[in-house]
Nanobody, 115 residues
Framework: QVELVESGGGLVQPGGSLRLSCAAS????????MAWFRQAPGKQRELVAA???????NYADSVKGRFTISRDSNKNTMYLQMNNLEPEDTAIYYC?????????WGKGTLVTVSS
């Protein structure tokens, strides 16, 4: 059983930055695939960025050039550096992984971008 715990959300002004963290515990082996999703009020959950243990990354078009995903594979920890935040980035951000053919989600951390 894998547990994912997010941290780092909060209130930030437009143009500001935040760094989210996701700590995974309970995995016997290095987790290959980890990702950040987000869900804004009234909208479907969407992929923000994903990363493999080897460092291959993928980003949603809406965050390219502003967000950077990274990870410490030794610790099964993942990060999301978010720069130049926009009000449209306001959402609950969830950590996700698929480990040994099971999907796991964190409880989420709220990011609010507002002046």
């Amino acid at each position: 059983q894998v547990e994912l715990v997010e941290s780092g959300g909060g209130l930030v002004q437009p143009g500001g930055s935040l760094r989210l963290s996701c700590a995974a515990s309970g995995a016997a082996f290095t987790i290959n695939f980890m990702a950040w999703f987000r869900q804004a009020p009234g909208k479907q959950r969407e992929l923000v960025a994903a990363i493999t243990a080897g460092g291959v990354t993928n980003y949603a078009d809406s965050v390219k050039g502003r967000f950077t995903i990274s990870r410490d594979s030794n610790k099964n920890t993942m990060y999301l550096q978010m720069n130049n935040l926009e009000p449209e980035d306001t959402a609950i951000y969830y950590c996700h992984t698929n480990y040994i053919r099971r999907n796991y989600w964190g409880k989420g951390t709220l990011v609010t971008v507002s002046s």
